[in-house]
């Protein structure tokens, strides 16, 4: 149990559709990021939250977006999923002045798009 | 284009062996590299580095940044079962995003 609660653990999705993840983070983290992990690959980065404002983003397609709330939860959203979508998706959060060195990462969602 | 090469890719040890990892890198606006453990699914954080040539360990595990060269490496002594995981090497640069390596598997066997 890392503190970093991610939900649904594993999901299966047809290619066009749409997938919402979440992530529920320790109170008073309020800076959260959102990577894709593929098979065999290192973690990238898609986007980071900073007090509920978009506060950086990698290099993913628009239908990529995000979501976080007053509550420290957040959402990833994909929209007209592709087989490629199918990954480990991880969202780490951290609180004030706590940076990298604070960062926790959730247990993931595993994503399979077929 | 930023980037981070770790290798080997993959290494099969016995219990008790000395193994070092290695993670170069090439990116722009560098802040510090961080490695982290992954067993399952949540990489969970070993170490920080922002300065050259301090080392730092903890147990068995050991770690140094050199700046000039670029690259970064990870000690692990007596190795153990436990052990066996995914090292991940990752640059932290200035827009607070992490740019990963592919990572090193590493097993251990009894």
């Known amino acids: 149990e890392t503190g970093v609660t991610q939900s649904p653990t594993h999901l299966i999705k047809t290619r066009g559709q749409q997938v919402t993840l979440r992530c529920s983070s320790q109170?008073?983290?309020?800076?959260v990021s959102w990577y894709q992990q593929a098979l065999g690959q290192g973690p990238q980065f898609i986007f980071q939250?900073?007090?509920?404002?978009?506060?950086g983003r990698g290099n993913f397609p628009p239908r990529f977006s995000g979501l976080q709330f007053p509550n420290y939860s957040s959402e990833l959203n994909v929209n007209a999923l592709e087989l490629d979508d199918s990954a480990l998706y991880l969202c780490?959060?951290?609180?004030?002045?706590?940076?990298?060195?604070?960062?926790?990462f959730g247990s993931g969602t595993r994503l399979t798009v077929v | 284009e930023d980037k981070v090469v770790q290798s080997p890719l993959s290494l099969v040890v016995h219990e008790g062996d000395t193994v070092t990892l290695n993670c170069s890198y090439e990116?722009?606006?560098?802040?510090?590299l961080l490695w982290y453990k992954q067993e399952k699914k949540a990489p969970t954080f070993l170490f920080m580095l922002?300065?050259?040539?301090i080392e730092k360990k903890s147990g068995r595990l050991s770690s140094i940044l050199d700046k000039k060269e670029l690259f970064s490496i990870l000690n692990i002594t007596a190795t153990q079962t436990g052990d066996s995981a995914v090292y991940l090497c990752?640059?932290?640069?200035?827009?607070?995003?992490?740019?990963f390596g592919t990572g090193t598997r590493l097993q251990v066997f009894p």
């Open positions: 990116v722009t606006n560098f802040r510090s």
């Open positions: 922002t300065s050259s040539g």
């Open positions: 780490a959060s951290s609180g004030p002045g706590q940076g990298y060195y604070g960062y926790t």
């Open positions: 939250y900073y007090r509920e404002e978009e506060n």
């Open positions: 109170s008073g983290h309020n800076t």
């Open positions: 990752a640059d932290l640069i200035n827009t607070d995003k992490l740019i």
